[in-house]
T-cell receptor, first 115, second 114 residues
Framework: AQKVTQAQTEISVVEKEDVTLDCVYE???????LFWYKQPPSGELVFLIR??????QNEISGRYSWNFQKSTSSFNFTITASQVVDSAVYFC????????????FGTGTSLTVIP | NAGVTQTPKFQVLKTGQSMTLQCAQD?????MSWYRQDPGMGLRLIHY???????DQGEVPNGYNVSRSTTEDFPLRLLSAAPSQTSVYFC?????????????FGDGTRLSIL
């Protein structure tokens, strides 16, 4: 079975605080892909990052960083020095080698950054 | 570059009416899909297509039909709208030439069924 769990439904932080969004996935496949998307209040879905199951290197892009750990089936997302513009719903998603481009989404984490 | 275009952006229907949500992409992507987004449930796959003439069901296909006569277009049809179909609908596309590609989403259609 394929499943993505984002246990944090809502998070509020004060501006400039760091925040980590959790994502735990379940899959029996050895080849799979993980994604994060951002949905700002305007409603569109913005692709942030893709990681394949063979690449466990952490990645940093500006204030964003991602920690992929196969041992715990987690792909967590950290925002450093949060800003009001980071307020959005963030979705984690999973796809597999064997199911083409079908995505399995988590239920999302709503992040509010308070000025 | 338009990317994925969805029309309309908003629609209100009465129970029992039919409607087609339009989706077009100009990136020559093989794979297209429809999702619905409901509060607390994330995005759930309705139908998808891996190329012209080929469609398949996703997680929540009941009450919806699709067809794929061209690479560019992937319309979603509600045959007899029900209040449970009130949702935000997203169309997405991606290349199928390599696995694990990110999906490109349209801006969504907010649909209310009265």
């Amino acid at each position: 079975a394929q499943k993505v769990t984002q246990a944090q439904t809502e998070i509020s932080v004060v501006e400039k605080e760091d925040v980590t969004l959790d994502c735990v996935y379940e899959t029996r496949d050895t080849t799979y892909y993980l994604f994060w998307y951002k949905q700002p209040p305007s409603g569109e879905l913005v692709f942030l990052i893709r990681r394949n199951s063979f690449d466990e290197q952490n990645e940093i892009s500006g204030r964003y960083s991602w920690n992929f750990q196969k041992s715990t089936s987690s792909f967590n997302f950290t925002i450093t020095a949060s800003q009001v513009v980071d307020s959005a719903v963030y979705f984690c998603a999973l796809s597999h080698q064997n199911t083409g481009n079908q995505f399995y989404f988590g239920t999302g984490t709503s992040l509010t950054v308070i000025p | 570059n338009a990317g994925v275009t969805q029309t309309p952006k908003f629609q209100v229907l009465k129970t029992g009416q039919s409607m087609t949500l339009q989706c077009a992409q100009d990136m020559n992507h093989e794979y297209m899909s429809w999702y619905r987004q409901d509060p607390g449930m994330g995005l759930r796959l309705i139908h998808y297509s891996v190329g012209a003439g080929i469609t398949d069901q996703g997680e929540v296909p009941n009450g919806y039909n699709v067809s794929r006569s061209t690479t560019e277009d992937f319309p979603l049809r509600l045959l007899s709208a029900a209040p449970s179909q009130t949702s935000v609908y997203f169309c997405a596309s991606s290349t199928d030439r390599a696995r694990g590609q990110p999906q490109h989403f349209g801006d969504g259609t907010r649909l209310s069924i009265l």
